[in-house]
């Protein structure tokens, strides 16, 4: 390989790496035109955030905190749509294994924030977060798991306990551009429903004086699913900027 592929390569992978140790602004949003049984659409743009924390006296290996808060659209029961912030989540990954394959692991809280109770659960919900990702010049294998129950909040709204799996499978393509999929399996445990997604999608990265710029576009079909009024097609797209990297 080149110096400008293995330059190239190393680029995109530190900019797609949940786990690489850099401050980060990501803006993404998914877009669901039709969900299965319904002709109602929905609508999450996220706005996230991640800081690195060096290790310490107390704590010995580096974290990763990460925030993400949605801007949501779902269907209004009484009239049309309703559009506004989610519920906050927030996770704080302890990295155990920096070298070869690396891993992550820590806990993670969501609030409830929602302004409309459509956008939001109206519990408090906390869990574990788990990564694993092996990085080489030819891309990004791994994925990022996820669990959390409610523990408290509105009484009058339903109890939550969800799982999600999103595996990431990026490869390398010259000049910093890059194919991904990166779907997220969700389950909802306490209704025994789930929907799996299968995405492929195109992306590039690029160095902006000290920063990553790192724009992609990534269509996602559900291929099984179990339940009513889940996504049937989505498009999942976003710009990821890495600092100082």
């Known amino acids: 390989m080149t110096q400008a592929l293995a330059d190239n390569a190393e680029t995109a992978n530190k900019s797609n790496n949940p ?20 002709n109602l ?7 996230r955030g991640t800081l690195p924390i060096a290790p310490g006296d107390v704590i010995g290996v580096p974290q990763l905190l990460r925030a993400t808060l949605p801007i949501s659209t779902r269907p209004d029961p ?24 690396q891993l992550g ?13 459509e956008l939001g659960t109206g519990k ?5 977060a788990a990564v694993a990702i092996d990085a080489s010049p030819r891309g990004l294998l791994g994925a990022l798991a996820q669990y959390q129950r409610s523990f408290a909040g509105d009484s009058d709204r339903h109890s939550v306990e969800t ?15 890059y194919v991904r999929s990166t779907g997220t399996w969700t389950y909802d445990l306490k209704n025994n429903t789930h929907y799996i997604p299968v995405g492929l999608g195109l ?18 079909w559900t291929v099984e699913r179990k339940g009513d009024d889940l996504p049937q097609f989505t498009v999942f797209a976003g710009l990821n900027i890495t600092f100082g990297k």
């Open 163 to 177: 799982a999600t799996f999103q595996p990431f499978i990026i490869h390398n393509l010259p000049k910093g551009w």
């Open 105 to 117: 692991i820590g806990p993670q809280i969501t609030a409830p924030t929602a302004e409309h109770d």
């Open 41 to 47: 659409h929905t609508n999450d743009a996220l706005l």
């Open 203 to 220: 992306g590039k990265a690029w160095k902006a004086g000290s920063n990553i710029l790192n724009a992609f576009v990534e269509p996602q």
């Open 124 to 128: 408090w919900q906390a869990g574990l």
């Open 19 to 38: 786990l690489n140790l850099a401050p980060g602004l990501n803006l993404q949003d998914y877009y669901t035109p039709q969900l299965y049984d319904s």
């Open 78 to 101: 009484h009239h049309g749509y309703s559009t506004g912030i989610g519920d906050l989540n927030l996770f704080d990954i302890f990295l155990l294994k920096t070298e070869g394959v």
